[in-house]
């Protein structure tokens, strides 16, 4: 028995390979088209690679012509390939698959939505009881958001609060939520873990411009918060600008002056004082200093009670802010939407946001699978897409979703894939459009604009549509060209390499080359 089905089996094999070996030789246009892929550079993209000494073992590129109406063959033709098989970091260009899955499964109207309870009841003006805010994960929950939500509660005829803040994040597992970075830096904004109830990014972003005297500094800030105050100590200099905030200190403090050592501990009644200390020059303009200080409990604390009080409402005392559960007694106070998944993908692929990624990829398994959502889950939700796909990507590993890992890994080859696939999809130009297009939009906007100027005179201009990634030693690039012939083409190129801060320019000769058509298209036919 077992004899005869290893004949079976081995029939089958070679039923396969003969099958094989007669398309190859009879159709070979089922394969290549009709011309095989380079594996070797274009001479400028060549040229580029010996500038920056960049070894070409570090390189892994897969660029694929996608039938169009220049092109309307059924079948994508493979044009470069280079190591393109080898799984390599990506950086931010795995936000192709979170936003693109996320686009397919959920829809690009799909909106997030944060819900208020309350314990207490509405009485002559006044709540008396604790406010609960329940998060979903809005990956933009910005200050104007929350102004919306202010004026819908004095609307309810609310205007004085007698109770506490309660910050319900059952949304998602502890472990999604930890401070863990790739380089330490928990003070800064790209480090923000997620939060179902993630307020302005958890970011203080500071703003620093020349007074109208011209003979010092003037500090605005955003998102406005409750009991904070700033003290410019910056000293104006000559020196030239760049590189000025490096001789910028910044230290935000418990205000000794407001603040009584007993009430320290009480965080309701904390006043903080941001304290900016050293030399800026005097022709310095526009300087942003972006801060992660506080805790999410006491960050959202001092936003929400900031924009109650700009909507004119008033405090019985000063709130206490901290983590909770929202009580089965608890009733409904309101229902606020946020923006739109076709809005968040935007702003992840045109500018690289990691935390709005991470939340993205989260909301997969909240809205597929149910609460409280961890990596894993979605990981299985990305797969399960993948697999209906027909996509088998078997060295990828994802971490977050974001691109913010050391472990994160595709190859060339599949991401390109995912991208060819993604043309077939109902969702394509939505899809194309969320990626930056160079010399105009986000991480691309000072990218290839020579380049581009050259085709002004043609009636349809070419387009490059490409996501960035960036990390130390890794530069990547995934995306859509549309040549001035009106070809398109997938491309995707890692340099994972300790030079591979140099390798712009080799990107950026590899997207002129396909601009100006890549290959010869009389190779095409």
Avoid at 147 to 172: E, V
Avoid at 437 to 465: C, D, V, W
Avoid at 482 to 507: C, L, M, W
Wanted: glycine share 8%; proline share 6%.
């Amino acid at each position: 028995m077992q004899f005869s089905n290893l004949a079976r089996s081995n029939h089958f094999i070679w039923s396969e390979y003969l099958g094989l070996v007669l398309a190859l030789i009879c159709c070979p246009l089922l394969f290549g088209h009709g011309a095989a892929a380079q594996s070797s550079f274009p001479i400028g993209v060549e040229q580029a690679i010996k500038r920056s000494g960049i070894p070409k073992e570090s390189i892994s590129v897969a660029v694929t012509e996608i039938p169009s109406a220049a092109n309307p063959k059924p079948q994508s033709r493979s044009i470069l390939n280079w190591r393109d098989e080898v799984a390599m970091n990506p950086a931010s260009t795995i936000k192709l698959l979170t936003t693109l899955v996320a686009l397919d499964v959920l829809g690009p109207k799909y909106r997030w939505k944060t819900e208020l309870f309350t314990d207490g009841a509405i009485k002559n003006g006044t709540l008396k009881g604790n406010i609960y805010f329940v998060g979903h994960g809005d990956p933009k929950w910005i200050p104007e958001e929350l102004d919306r939500l202010t004026k819908q509660l004095r609307a309810l005829g609310i205007q004085r609060i007698d109770g506490n803040l309660i910050f319900d994040r059952s949304a998602y597992t502890k472990q999604v939520m930890e401070e863990l970075t790739i380089d330490g830096e928990t003070l800064r904004a790209y480090n923000v873990p997620p939060d179902p109830l993630l307020f302005a990014f958890r970011t203080l972003s500071f703003q620093i411009n020349p007074n109208k005297n011209n003979d010092g500094f003037q500090i605005s800030y955003t998102p406005k918060l409750a009991r904070f105050s700033i003290q410019n100590d910056i000293i104006m200099s000559s020196a030239p600008c760049d590189g000025a905030k490096r001789n910028l200190r910044l230290e935000i403090v418990p205000n000794p002056l407001e603040v009584g050592a007993s009430q320290v501990k009480n965080k309701s009644t904390i006043q903080w004082q941001a304290i900016f200390t050293g030399e800026l020059p005097q022709n310095c303009r526009g300087v942003t200093y972006n801060v992660v200080k506080f805790d999410p409990d006491t960050f959202l604390t001092l936003g929400f009670t900031a924009a109650w009080e700009d909507a004119g409402g008033l405090w019985v005392r000063p709130p206490r802010g901290q983590a909770g559960s929202v009580p089965v007694y608890a009733r409904p106070l309101l229902s606020i939407e946020g923006l739109s998944l076709l809005d968040a993908a935007e702003d992840i692929n045109k500018f690289s946001n990691n935390v709005m990624a991470r939340q993205v990829f989260l909301t997969l398994a909240l809205e597929k699978i149910g609460k409280p959502a961890d990596i894993e889950l979605a990981k299985g939700v990305v797969q399960a897409w993948l697999n209906q796909r027909g996509l088998d990507f078997p060295e990828l590993v994802i971490e977050n979703g974001s691109g913010l890992s050391r472990n994160e890994a595709i190859s060339a080859r599949n991401l390109n894939s995912l991208l060819i696939a993604a043309q077939n999809l109902p969702i394509a130009e939505t899809f194309t459009s969320t990626l930056p297009a160079a010399g105009s939009e986000g991480t691309m906007r000072n990218r290839l604009i020579n380049q581009l100027r050259k085709f002004l005179h043609l009636k349809k201009k070419p387009e490059a549509r490409i996501k960035t990634g960036s990390l130390n030693n890794v530069r990547t690039i995934s995306g859509y060209v549309f040549s001035k012939s009106g070809r398109i083409y997938a491309v995707t190129s890692f340099i994972n390499d300790p030079k591979a801060n140099r390798g712009q320019e080799v990107h950026d000769q590899l997207l002129t080359w396909l601009l100006e058509d890549g290959p010869d298209p009389k190779d095409a036919r």
